[in-house]
């Protein structure tokens, strides 16, 4: 009987948890996640890019603080990321910034009869090499990064009574800029969060003979593509 008895307890599936079943790995409860939760594979090299959409805000005096409001802030950056032990990573990358004001509404300016209500608008655009330094927490990503190159700054003035009467000025220099921020990988090569820029363009003087400024600070949205080795 008690061979038989045995033989039937063998027989009977066993329950989970229970004696004699095997237990399963504690990775296996996310499993089911889309989200990797491993270090290890964000923190791979391979090809990166970033879109970023915000908005700008100038400061720093000059042209900027007298005459300029809140504006929009796009850039684009493209690098191939390199590991640095287990968890961070160096990313040689290039750039393409693009920052965008309106004039103030009621911005006066002396002209040779008085004052002169005008409108407008102010840009800069930056072509830029640099380094981004990452840290990679699972999923989470904390970076800051600093780029450097060539800067594009130009405007537009408008006599806002006499649109015809315009006045356009650009100018080119050094630019750089400065990002902090960090994404979230929802999905193995794709990646959203947040950063938060200061890029300034250093010119010559606009033939106004005013300075022009060019840095503004930006908050945008950021979305990380990755193709990991």
Known sequence: REAVAAMVTELLPREEGGEGA?????EEGKKGSMIDWSTET???GGLVAYFQL??????????????????IRVG????????LGDRHGLTPEIALLYSEWNFKEGTLVSGPYGPV?????????????????????????????A?????????????????????????????FNVELGGHFMFLRYLGGG???DIAKGFVDKMDGG????????????????KLPL
Not at 76 to 83: D, F
Not at 213 to 225: E, H, M, N, T
Request: charged content about 25%.
């Open 22 to 26: 095997e237990g399963k790995p504690e």
């Open 42 to 44: 964000h923190a791979k």
């Open 54 to 71: 915000g908005g700008s805000f100038p400061i720093g005096g000059g042209v900027n603080d007298e005459y300029v409001e809140s504006g």
């Open 76 to 83: 684009t950056h493209i690098g191939w990321q390199l590991k």
């Open 117 to 145: 209500e005008i409108e407008g608008d102010a840009s800069m655009l930056n072509l830029l090499g640099g380094l981004r330094y990452t840290i990679c927490l699972g999923p989470i990503e904390p970076f800051l990064a």
């Open 147 to 175: 780029h450097f190159g060539l800067g594009y700054v130009a405007e537009v003035i408008k006599d806002k009574n006499n649109p015809g009467n315009k006045f356009d000025d650009d100018r080119t220099g050094f630019a």
């Open 194 to 196: 947040l950063v938060f």
């Open 210 to 225: 005013e300075e022009y400024d060019a840095l503004g600070f930006s908050v945008a949205l950021s979305i990380k593509g």
